[in-house]
């Protein structure tokens, strides 16, 4: 049985940062895409960033270009959001996810979800 945790999330003010972790338990991460994707209350789950299966490529919602960070440590299998400048808008439950490939997530073809972790910037 494959389980994505996540930990990490919290509250913080704006222009803080937080840094989310997913432990991958179950199976090795380094086959699959790894991503991190977002809902806030009333919205429809978005997606935020994606990191491949070696850690060599990663993607971001414009929303959050040049503000986060994906990064993954095979050996620990492990994924982390390194969320810097939070802003008001960025408040969401957080979840991580693995891709049925090993390239770049989609909320279509993911294949597992973690539980996800409360995130709330204040202003």
């Known amino acids: 049985q494959v389980q994505l945790v996540e930990s990490g999330g919290g509250l913080v003010q704006a222009g803080g940062s937080l840094r989310l972790s997913c432990v991958v338990s179950g199976r090795t991460a380094s086959t699959y895409a790894m991503g991190w994707f977002r809902q806030a209350p009333g919205k429809e789950r978005e997606f935020v960033a994606t990191?491949?299966?070696?850690?060599?490529?990663?993607d971001y919602a414009d929303s959050v270009k040049g503000r986060f960070t994906i990064s993954r440590d095979n050996a620990r299998n492990t994924v982390y959001l390194q969320m810097n400048s939070l802003k008001p808008e960025d408040t969401a439950v957080y979840y991580c996810a693995a891709d049925r490939g090993p390239f770049k997530v989609s909320i279509t073809t993911i294949l597992y979800w973690g539980q996800g972790t409360q995130v709330t910037v204040s202003s």
């Open positions: 990191i491949n299966w070696h850690g060599g490529s990663t």
